[in-house]
Each structure stands twice: as C-alpha cells, then as structure tokens.
C-alpha cells in the first residue's frame, strides 16, 4: 500500500478533521466501535506501528505492522502526517489517506496520542482535538490492571503516562468524560458532524 502524498489534494473541502486521544484504558477502543457499530458517515485512520501484531489483529484493519527500516524511510520521505514512539515501538499517520478522504468531504477521525495530537495541532490546526478523560483517576487504573494483555511493567509505565496525558486536557478543544460509551459516542458522533467551520468552545462534557 502507498502512503505517499505531498499536499492536500484538489478540491480540498470544510470535512472536520478530529483528533481523539487520552491515556490508555480510558476506552478510546470502546467509544469507537459503539459510533462504528452505527450508520454514520466517517473514516477512521488506520495508524502504521513498528509494533508486532497480536493474534487477533488484522494487517491493514487494525494497524498497518511495518519493521522499523519501513517506519524510516515513511519518515523520512515526509509519508507521516505525525507519530510518536510508545515503549519502545512507534507509530504514525498516514499522510495520504487522511487528505484523500478530507477532500471527498468524509470526516476523518484520528485516534493517536498525545504528542501526535501536538503535531496534527501544528501542521492542520483547523482539526479538532478531543480529549477522552475517565470519570476519575482509580476507574482508569482499575481498567489499566483489568485488561489483562499487558505485564506488570508496562502497566507501570501507562499508569505513569496516563497521569502525563490527563495533565494535557487543557490543550484539547473539547474533553468529553467516558462514564457511558453510548453518551461519549453520542457526542463523539455530534462532534464530526460539526462543520470544521464551525467554532466550538472548550467544554467538558460528562459523558
């Protein structure tokens, strides 16, 4: 699959593009398939990861699995529209498929971390950040240790990256708090529907 795109094509048009992101076990995954599982127009990013693939993962559905010689040369031929590198593997954006979809008046949705959002902020600053938050600090941890497909480190280290990332919330456009899937998705689903001309104030919404 290429990745390859230098500039936003022709007849680029007022498609909201929105950045999802918060720390890990805070259910991005959950709030995404509940808006997927239900008509709705939009495309969801599917990230390049130097990470290896799970027995349950799918190439190409849920990451694009490249070895880190890849990971460089998408990098460094400016194919990334941003990525990060998270315990000690990386991920990206694709540049193309982003602005191809935005061209066609699709909405796209990115679910990327926090120093990714920090990028797309800079280079497409009309995108909406939106900062998923959990409805407090003992329900994240407690979902983090449930999960049961990470060892003792790494849950360590996201409990240690969780607190970074909540210490961000003021940098997104709209916080949404994940107490239900169902109302997070609701306004998940209002959000894209927005046009990207739309201004929106930030709020935080107890979803």
Same mark, same amino acid.
């Given at each position: 699959? +290429?990745?390859?795109? =230098?500039?936003?094509?022709?007849?680029?048009?007022?498609?909201?593009?929105?950045? !999802?992101?918060?720390?890990?076990?805070?259910?991005?995954? +959950?709030?995404?398939?509940?808006?997927?599982?239900?008509?709705?127009?939009?495309?969801?990013?599917?990230?390049?990861?130097?990470?290896?693939?799970?027995?349950? %993962?799918? =190439?190409?559905?849920?990451?694009? *699995?490249?070895?880190?010689?890849? *990971? =460089?040369?998408? !990098?460094? #031929?400016?194919?990334?529209?941003?990525?990060?590198?998270?315990?000690?593997? $990386?991920?990206?954006?694709?540049?193309?498929?982003?602005?191809?979809?935005?061209? %066609?008046?699709?909405?796209?949705?990115?679910?990327?971390?926090?120093?990714?959002?920090?990028?797309?902020?800079? #280079?497409?600053?009309?995108?909406?950040?939106?900062?998923?938050?959990?409805?407090?600090?003992?329900?994240?941890?407690?979902?983090?240790?449930? $999960?049961?497909?990470?060892?003792?480190?790494?849950?360590?280290?996201?409990? %240690?990256?969780?607190?970074?990332?909540?210490?961000?919330?003021?940098?997104?456009?709209? #916080?949404?708090?994940?107490? /239900?899937?169902?109302?997070?998705?609701?306004?998940?689903?209002?959000?894209?529907?927005? +046009?990207?001309?739309?201004?929106? /104030?930030?709020?935080?919404?107890?979803?």
């Amino acid at each position: 699959m +290429s990745f390859e795109e =230098d500039a936003r094509p022709a007849g680029w048009s007022d498609a909201r593009l929105l950045v !999802l992101s918060g720390p890990s076990g805070v259910g991005k995954d +959950s709030v995404i398939e509940w808006v997927r599982s239900h008509p709705h127009e939009f495309w969801l990013s599917v990230s390049v990861t130097t990470r290896p693939r799970r027995a349950y %993962e799918v =190439d190409g559905e849920h990451y694009f *699995f490249v070895d880190n010689a890849e *990971f =460089d040369r998408l !990098l460094e #031929t400016g194919q990334l529209l941003e990525w990060a590198e998270f315990a000690g593997n $990386r991920y990206g954006t694709p540049r193309k498929q982003v602005l191809a979809r935005l061209a %066609e008046g699709v909405p796209v949705l990115l679910k990327i971390d926090l120093q990714g959002a920090r990028q797309v902020k800079l #280079t497409m600053p009309e995108a909406l950040l939106v900062f998923l938050a959990p409805p407090s600090w003992d329900e994240l941890e407690r979902r983090l240790r449930g $999960r049961g497909t990470d060892d003792a480190e790494t849950i360590a280290h996201r409990l %240690e990256h969780a607190r970074e990332e909540l210490a961000s919330e003021a940098e997104f456009d709209v #916080t949404v708090v994940n107490g /239900s899937v169902e109302k997070a998705a609701a306004e998940l689903i209002q959000l894209l529907d927005s +046009s990207s001309k739309t201004p929106v /104030s930030h709020r935080r919404s107890r979803g």
